[in-house]
């Protein structure tokens, strides 16, 4: 059987040229409707250092080239000096609540650590011993031989890291609800145990510390949408979900909106193998005096403290989550200073 061929009319080809011709040209605006950015919920909102710090009476900015890196700091007070340090995914702001009342007794100084904020992001040295290392020579740079350190999260592992290693000038170590990185963590688990689809309080798992150590993909995918990122981990972190306003989630959210601030922090998560393993080079037990103030992670503070430290104290904020110098800054302040001043300064 043969089939003749039959060449289209003039019209029929005209229809099928102008379909084409009309989806082509609506596919670029169909992708760019798929790909439009969802925009900056807080454009126009001054987060400067500078307009920050003049919401705080008495504190001033302050910037430290250490261990080749330039840290920016804000101080205030006088007194025993009480060295704070932030973590993810925040900046020195987070301690903006608990500060002033702080400063009334002692020197405060609150660090953006390497990485973090406006101080310096280089390529390495994100390390927990070499970011206590920044912290020592800060120090050393204001004239200062010891400091009461206090850290949280990110913050907190480096505390335990100098507290390790510079014993001598360790006044006191402080853990708000997060102290340095279990032996555990390394056999941490990829497949949740159970779909993670309710509250992070009975879905405890850790996804991100995957996430956070892939290089350059998250750089990709969060320049410019921190804000996005950072509303996961405000909703499930928090107890009280007003503890943060919108001055503060764009504080955070412009620190992480660049490629050099999302790599910035992340680097501090794939130092994680190097951080397991300078640990097994500490003192099985710090004996300076420590303060652990748990709120959702008391349970792996508890734990890790009564290990390493000797003779800890130990307090839990139950209606509070991860974010507890935010969430519950008067009972932080009080718990803080009530043991800073029952420590002799040396």
């Known amino acids: 059987m043969f089939v003749t061929h039959q060449t289209p009319s003039t019209s029929v080809r005209r229809m099928v040229i102008s379909a084409v011709l009309g ?53 205030g007070g006088k007194g025993p000096t009480a060295i704070l340090m932030p973590g993810w995914p925040q900046t020195w702001w987070a301690f903006h609540k608990i500060m002033p009342r702080l400063a009334e007794h002692y020197h405060v100084v609150a660090v953006d650590i390497r990485g973090m904020g406006t101080s310096d992001k280089p390529a390495s040295g994100y390390d927990k011993k070499t970011m206590a290392k920044d912290i020592h020579e800060l120090l050393k740079s204001m004239g200062l031989t010891s400091a009461h350190i206090v850290g949280h999260d990110i913050g907190s592992q480096v505390a335990y890291a100098y507290a390790a290693n510079y014993p001598e000038a360790t006044t006191s170590v402080t853990f708000l609800d997060v102290a340095a990185l279990p032996e555990s963590a390394a056999d941490l688990k990829l497949i949740p145990e159970k779909p993670v689809s309710g509250e992070f309080r009975d879905n405890f798992f850790l996804w991100w510390f995957a996430f956070n150590q892939v290089h350059e993909l998250p750089d990709e995918l969060i320049e410019g949408r921190a804000f996005i990122y950072q509303n996961w981990f405000w909703d499930s972190l928090l107890f009280k979900q007003d503890a943060l306003t919108k001055q503060d989630r764009a504080v955070y959210a412009n620190a992480y909106n660049s490629r050099d601030g999302v790599r910035g922090g992340n680097g501090w998560y794939q130092a994680y193998p190097k951080d397991l393993a300078d640990q097994k080079t500490y003192p099985e037990r710090l004996t300076m005096p420590s303060l652990g103030i748990g709120g959702l992670g008391n349970g792996l503070l508890v734990d890790f403290m009564s290990k390493r430290l000797t003779n800890p104290r130990l307090e839990h904020i139950t209606e509070s989550g991860h974010y507890i110098a935010e969430e519950a800054p008067e009972k932080v302040t009080s718990y803080l200073l009530d043991f800073l001043n029952s420590v002799k300064a040396k």
């Open 23 to 75: 989806l082509s040209l609506a596919l670029p605006q169909l992708a760019s409707a798929q790909t439009r950015d969802k925009g900056n919920p807080y454009e126009g909102i001054d987060v400067s250092d500078t307009k920050l710090v003049s919401e705080l009476k008495g504190f001033k900015n302050g910037e430290a080239d250490v261990n080749g890196v330039r840290l920016h700091y804000v101080e």
